[in-house]
């Protein structure tokens, strides 16, 4: 494996410039024929005849700029949100994972609960699991109620939990039970062997999954706004009525782009590193 | 060739988005003409009757807008509105005759079995199309409710909600009345819907929720009977207003927008507001 002195024969570097070669082509093609369909997409929207109205309504920089100041103080809660949830969805997806993955008959009780939470949350559609604890849940009147914030950030992490751990569960299944078999050998107890050996290697296969779902959170964090808190897409809705002019949420809609564009690019990055990793190129 | 096919995508949604965008509502702020009535007198009015004058309302007359489901004993906010534009016309008590309609009957075209009917019947371009209005007799207010044992219970100034938890539904003038002339230090809670917020108020989430007037009532004396109205809001926003509704091109139109014309220029709708919707209806105002 000394790679150090390794000396590309003729054959090798040939077969490097051409690839050189097309894909400096095949960027040139991807350029040009977006520009052609970009142009195209102009032409068509703006040589529409209700293009003067729906500018107006949905593109008005002076309605953009009095509608920013709130709309970002409404994203600054689903940053918040995001961060918080994302961490907790993350946790409770991993434990419930490996307690789904337990084995042994007297842990019977704790994988059908584990699995009784992942297809309880996966099904039932997060509004209503907002509506139970945001609205629900404080209507019990305990002493010590959260705030609702917190409550509604509890429902998110219970719905998203459920997806997470599904992906968390494919990834350890997706470990080949030879290894498992290899550090049993090797001495190793199940808990051992879990922590050193299967999941690293299962959250490193699963993670660009596990982050796309996290992008997807960052969509819903805001539907905690129907139990009253002002997010970013509410504080647009707000100065939509005000207005009636819709570029608010032209506003808010790029705003989330521009949050989700970081994850966005780490998913892809993770994905092509995980890929490249994979097929050993 | 993955980020610009994900380009297009983008762009292709972006243009989804501009083309379904075409049917943005318009702002429609319909201000009633008070115009001086022709001739009006009591015998040239061609009214179902003549000689009498043939007022309708729903059955069951609800509480503040009339009093015991009697609308004849001229109590209650609309009764007195009622007799007050019969007086304007030149009718005595004893010429006007009730009858009673359903709502959508009322608001619904076709032939009418009445002069006309109040009802609390907001006034809109929509049913223009249907109906006549007259001039509004009461334009609709905002209103603070709490339960009974909030801590803003009987406060009697718009100064002490300063410190209170208020909510209210989304893209309302009950938000606007928060917004812009209680101003609370904490920001108001927003919900989908006064059902989402009353449960709020319910949970104790809510110090108050603004709603309108009527809504107010129909909460305190319906729904949430351990609530009670804290007080009205100054006029706020673009107000809901209600009409005295008559037929589609009514001959007693112009009659009747002009007797409510001359009520409220004279204060006398003010008086009879205050008299059965802030006193009787325990609303008071806050300032």
Redesign the interface.
């Known amino acids: 494996m000394t790679l150090l002195d390794h000396v590309p024969s003729e054959a090798q570097l040939r077969r490097s410039a051409y690839r050189r070669r097309q894909t400096v082509y095949?960027v040139l093609v991807?350029?040009s024929?977006?520009a052609a369909?970009?142009t195209l997409?102009v032409i068509?929207?703006t040589g529409?005849p209700?293009w003067d109205?729906?500018r107006r309504?949905?593109l008005d920089p002076e309605i953009a700029r009095d509608a920013l100041p709130t709309v970002l103080s409404g994203l600054w809660l689903n940053v918040r949100l995001l961060v918080c949830c994302a961490a907790g969805a993350l946790l409770l997806g991993l434990v419930i994972a490996v307690l789904r993955t337990l084995r042994g008959p007297v842990f019977f009780p704790v994988r059908a609960l584990a699995a009784g939470y992942t297809y309880t949350f996966r099904g039932l559609p997060l509004i209503i699991v907002l509506y139970l604890l945001t609205?629900g849940v404080?209507?019990l009147?305990l002493q010590g109620m959260p705030p609702?914030l917190v409550l509604g950030g509890i429902a998110l992490v219970l719905t998203y939990g459920g997806y997470l751990a599904e992906v968390f569960r494919a990834g350890i299944e997706s470990v080949h039970s030879s290894q498992l078999a290899a550090a049993r050998s090797l001495g190793l107890t199940h808990r051992q062997t879990m922590r050193h050996v299967v999941l690293p290697q299962a959250v490193r296969r699963v993670a660009p999954p596990l982050l796309n779902d996290v992008v997807a959170l960052q969509k819903d964090v805001g539907l905690v706004?129907?139990?009253?808190?002002?997010d970013a897409v509410?504080a647009a809705?707000?100065a939509?009525?005000?207005t009636?002019?819709?570029t608010p949420y032209i506003v808010a809609g790029v705003l989330f782009v521009l949050l989700a564009i970081p994850l966005i690019a780490v998913t892809?990055w993770v994905t092509l590193r995980a890929a490249r990793r994979q097929s050993g190129g | 060739?993955?980020s610009?096919s994900r380009?297009?995508a983008l762009?292709?949604a972006g243009?989804a988005v501009?083309?379904t965008?075409?049917c943005?509502?318009?702002?429609e702020n319909p201000t009633p003409v008070v115009t001086a009535p022709p001739s009006c007198a009591k015998d040239s009015l061609p009214t179902r009757t003549p000689g009498k004058l043939t007022i309708a309302t729903d059955q069951p007359a609800y509480e503040p807008w009339f009093s015991d489901d009697k609308p004849d004993n001229g109590e209650g906010f609309e009764s007195a509105v009622a007799y007050a534009v019969a007086e304007k016309l030149g009718y005595a008590r004893a010429d006007v005759t009730w009858v009673r309609v359903k709502f959508d009957t009322a608001i619904a075209p076709g032939p009418k079995d009445f002069d006309f009917d109040i009802n609390q019947f907001s006034i809109t371009e929509e049913r223009k199309q249907a109906v006549d209005f007259s001039a509004p007799y009461y334009l609709v207010r905002q209103t603070v409710i709490a339960l009974k044992s909030s801590k803003i219970a009987g406060r009697t100034s718009l100064a002490d909600l300063r410190d209170a938890r208020l909510?209210a539904q989304?893209?309302?003038t009950s938000?606007?009345a928060i917004t812009d002339v209680i101003k609370p230090a904490a920001?108001?809670?927003?919900?989908?819907s006064n059902d989402?917020a009353k449960?709020?108020l319910?949970?104790?989430?809510?110090d108050g929720l603004v709603v309108d007037l009527p809504t107010a009532f129909y909460i305190t004396g319906a729904e949430i009977t351990d609530a009670e109205i804290v007080g009205q809001v100054p006029q706020v926003g673009t107000p809901e207003a209600f009409g005295l509704l008559l037929d589609k091109n009514s001959p007693l139109t112009s009659c009747v927008t002009g007797a409510v014309g001359q009520l409220t220029s004279a204060g006398t709708l003010k008086e009879l507001e205050q008299k059965w919707l802030a006193q009787v209806a325990g609303a008071a105002e806050l300032r």
């Open positions: 095949s991807a350029a024929s977006t369909l970009g997409l068509a929207v529409a209700g109205r729906v309504s949905f609205l404080p209507g009147r609702v706004s129907l139990a009253g808190p002002i509410r809705q707000i939509t009525a005000q009636f002019n819709y892809d | 060739m993955a610009s380009l297009l762009t292709l243009a501009v083309a965008a075409g943005a509502p318009q702002d909510g989304v893209g309302t938000y606007q920001k108001p809670q927003v919900y989908n989402d449960k709020a319910q949970n104790g989430q809510l």
